[in-house]
């Protein structure tokens, strides 16, 4: 029986490798101040615009106040924007 560790590698390992930005973002939302991190399937840096328009989607209303590139650990909850 496989335990917990072995599963989780092997479910890692078979994911896609993907190409892009991890961008950490603050924000505000209903008056409070947030940070989440989203994945933007770019190889350049996503304008201040684009990371609006894609946290309106999650979070309405919402402002970012900052952001900046992030390393991923492995684990880390993220939110994967898909660029079609």
């Given at each position: 029986m496989?335990?917990?560790?072995?599963?989780?590698s092997?479910?890692?390992?078979m994911l896609?490798?993907?190409?892009?930005k991890?961008m950490?973002?603050i924000?505000?939302?209903?008056?409070?101040?947030?940070?989440i991190?989203?994945?933007?399937p770019?190889i350049?840096l996503?304008?201040?615009?684009?990371?609006?328009i894609?946290?309106?989607?999650?979070?309405?209303?919402?402002?970012?106040?900052?952001?900046?590139?992030d390393?991923?650990?492995?684990g880390?909850p993220l939110?994967?924007?898909?660029?079609?």
């Amino acid at each position: 029986m496989k335990n917990l560790n072995q599963f989780y590698s092997e479910a890692t390992s078979m994911l896609p490798k993907r190409v892009g930005k991890v961008m950490l973002i603050i924000y505000m939302w209903r008056g409070k101040k947030y940070m989440i991190k989203m994945f933007f399937p770019q190889i350049k840096l996503p304008s201040r615009k684009d990371i609006q328009i894609e946290l309106s989607k999650v979070y309405p209303g919402s402002k970012v106040h900052s952001y900046d590139v992030d390393e991923y650990s492995s684990g880390d909850p993220l939110i994967y924007i898909d660029k079609r």
